[in-house]
């Protein structure tokens, strides 16, 4: 097999053997349709979730005739002006994966979970990587690590068990699965406040990719309007595919807080929330990233930046564009708009 004879990522798999399942890694953990991957390496449907101009998926793949080994490759693809994925980097990634591995994908495994160098794999941090495995096992129905009884044990009763003691993959494992324990999420919603900080904070990150019923929504919608300060592993647990008015009201009110509002606070809004950005929520948004830029003095970075990943979101981008032209901007974000434009043209001469 040559690097001329493929067209994509997908003929490439499936010519050497294996079965796959494509994980788009941007904005959160979320399973990819095989045909949809193969038509946004084909330029034919943007990425999702791009995050930084790039396209970010995790490749599972194994042997047909032996599915016990699992092999992973995490890639990130970059995007043009469009959102959609540069096909020379895809081929560029094809010619060096075909020129180091060939065929022999699921012969060696060493070779196959380890890439040749090149500019398109990351890492991931240990929390996306135990919420990854986690969902991975959910999804193909494989058995949960190690450790999942003692984790039940502790959300069950709280007082009589040491978190320290509970391995993060196993908290990850049984956290992806909570929409389908009704009997932990009473025990989540009824006990949590009785869980350690550390413990409640790793448990709202590990959900931020499934579906939360409406106990623990309300359970975790408490702990984001905490008046003390803003919880941003709950944000980060309340993200959802689907506007919803209440969180459009809650995050309305989270970013009037000017003695809370941050950096992490609004990036984390853009990065899980972005469904939540219909016209007003939008035009909010980006005035009050204008107050941050200026209060921490970054000369527009915050808000350019901002920008940029956002108005590359498929189904936001109407609505950043319409930011643009809106009479409703105040004249902060007018402000702030204007240096944008002024420092793209700057940049471009």
Not at 156 to 171: E, K, M, R, V, Y
Not at 175 to 197: C, G, H, M, W
Request: hydrophobic residues 45%.
């Amino acid at each position: 097999m040559s690097a001329t004879s493929i067209e994509s990522i997908s003929e490439f798999l499936l010519h050497a053997g294996t079965d796959f399942r494509i994980f788009d890694m941007g904005r959160g953990i979320y399973p990819v349709e095989t045909q949809a991957f193969l038509d946004m390496e084909n330029g034919q449907l943007a990425p999702p979730r791009p995050r930084q101009q790039h396209g970010w998926f995790a490749v599972v793949f194994w042997d047909r005739q032996a599915t016990t080994q699992h092999y992973i490759w995490f890639v990130k693809l970059p995007v043009d002006e469009r959102g959609l994925i540069v096909s020379a980097t895809r081929n560029h990634f094809l010619q060096i994966i075909v020129d180091a591995l060939g065929e022999s994908l699921t012969d060696d495994s060493d070779g196959a979970q380890q890439l040749p160098d090149n500019p398109y794999s990351f890492v991931p941090t240990q929390a996306q990587m135990a919420q990854f495995n986690a969902l991975v096992r959910k999804h193909l129905a494989q058995p949960m690590s190690q450790g999942t009884d003692a984790v039940h044990q502790y959300l069950t009763a709280p007082q009589q068990h040491d978190w320290q003691s509970l391995p993060l993959q196993a908290i990850a494992d049984v956290a992806v699965r909570l929409d389908k324990t009704p009997e932990l999420i009473t025990a989540v919603r009824d006990n949590f406040e009785q869980y350690s900080p550390d413990f409640q904070n790793a448990l709202m990150e590990y959900v931020e990719s499934i579906a939360l019923p409406d106990a623990l929504v309300n359970c975790f919608m408490a702990r984001a309007q905490d008046p003390m300060i803003i919880h941003l592993s709950a944000l980060r647990a309340l993200t959802t595919t689907q506007a919803d008015p209440q969180l459009q009201d809650m995050l309305s009110a989270l970013l009037e807080r000017d003695d809370q509002l941050s950096i992490d606070v609004v990036s984390v809004i853009a990065g899980r929330h972005y469904m939540q950005f219909d016209t007003a929520l939008t035009l909010k948004f980006f005035d009050r990233v204008a107050w941050l830029d200026d209060k921490q003095q970054l000369n527009g970075a915050l808000f350019s930046g901002l920008f940029s990943d956002l108005v590359q979101l498929p189904p936001l981008r109407p609505t950043m564009l319409g930011m643009l032209r809106s009479e409703e901007r105040s004249a902060r974000l007018q402000a702030a708009i204007g240096k944008l434009f002024t420092q793209t043209r700057e940049q471009a001469q």
